[in-house]
């Protein structure tokens, strides 16, 4: 079998392995009364799988989703220990929103930031003054230093 690095960029975010994983995958078999075949050549592998599959590590048994097992970039230090849950926070309320307004994921964040610049405008917010106080809280919790 060639190697299509399909695991490239994932490790196991608790014990750091790489080289195995069980992920839960959508097949495509060929059946017949005599068995199936998942390998036919007319529909590739047979197997599919995205970020959001379930993924569970066979080393540590830590599991989640595929995404949670990506290699994530250099992050800000986190001196109180809940960035994660921070960022959890705000990905469930980006998911919400995409949910209702059908935005895309490459379009969310963007079209979130604009539509709170309208609801700011309607209820007598300073959009940009909220905007600087949260800076200063992002780098208050990625620095350790308090809120001036």
């Not at 299509?4 to 960029?9: A, H, I, T, V, Y």
């Not at 599919?48 to 970039?73: A, H, V």
Request: some cysteine.
């Amino acid at each position: 079998m060639t190697n299509s690095n399909c695991l490239e960029g994932i490790r196991c975010p608790k014990c750091g392995q790489e080289d195995r994983f069980m992920i839960a995958a959508k097949i495509i078999a060929d059946v017949t009364d005599g068995g199936a075949d998942v390998s036919s050549p007319k529909y590739g592998n047979g197997f599919e799988w995205d970020d959001d599959s379930y993924c569970r590590c066979p080393e540590c048994d830590f599991e989640g989703i595929l995404t949670d097992f990506r290699e994530k970039p250099d992050l800000p230090p986190d001196p109180d220990g809940k960035n994660d849950d921070r960022a959890s926070w705000a990905g469930a309320a980006l998911a919400t929103f995409m949910h209702v307004t059908g935005s895309e994921k490459e379009d969310a964040l963007r079209d979130l930031l604009a539509d709170l610049m309208h609801y700011s405008d309607r209820n007598n917010f300073d959009f940009n003054a909220a905007l600087d106080r949260a800076h200063c809280h992002y780098e208050a919790e990625t620095t350790g230093d308090p809120v001036t």
